[in-house]
């Protein structure tokens, strides 16, 4: 898995249905998982024209079918049917035992949060020896 992004533990394994999109929320982002010839695979949960969960729709022949739209993402590559340089979001998957791991990127700090980090940043700084 990518250094740059936290492992979070998603799921329990058991908890995804093949056949099927099972959505999560982790590290700030709607992801859904989906198991398909043994694999599970992860990619972001927003269909790209209407936004509408990819999890919510139809799975079939390896393809997250959009119930708003109708686009048609392969799940293995995220990228919609026919139109292979548009993608979704792809996450890489670890299961380990009976959880599933994925590699999300950071959460986005708000105002308030990034201050506080900043503050700690400058107070770290300053007691440095020099």
């Known amino acids: 898995m990518p250094e740059d992004h936290p492992c979070a533990v998603v799921i329990r394994r058991d908890r995804i249905v093949a056949g099927r999109g099972t959505v999560v929320h982790a590290a700030g982002a709607n992801v859904t998982l989906f198991l398909i010839d043994g694999i599970v695979h992860a990619i972001d949960d927003a269909c790209l024209?209407?936004?509408e969960s990819l999890g919510a729709?139809?799975?079939a022949a390896g393809l997250a079918i959009c119930t708003?739209?109708?686009?048609?993402?392969?799940?293995?590559?995220?990228?919609?049917q026919g139109v292979p340089a548009l993608c979704v979001e792809r996450y890489?998957?670890?299961?380990?035992d009976a959880n599933v791991?994925?590699?999300?990127?950071?959460?986005?700090?708000?105002?308030?949060a990034a201050d506080e980090?900043?503050?700690v940043r400058e107070e770290k700084a300053?007691?440095?020896p020099k």
Do not use: E, M, N, Q
């Not at 708003?68 to 919609?80: E, F, L, N, P, R």
């Not at 890489?92 to 380990?96: F, H, S």
């Open 49 to 51: 024209r209407c936004g």
């Open 57 to 59: 729709g139809r799975v």
């Open 68 to 80: 708003g739209c109708g686009w048609a993402y392969d799940i293995a590559s995220g990228a919609v």
């Open 92 to 96: 890489a998957v670890r299961v380990d």
């Open 101 to 112: 791991f994925a590699a999300l990127p950071a959460p986005p700090l708000d105002g308030r």
């Open 117 to 119: 980090v900043a503050k």
């Open 126 to 128: 300053k007691a440095a």
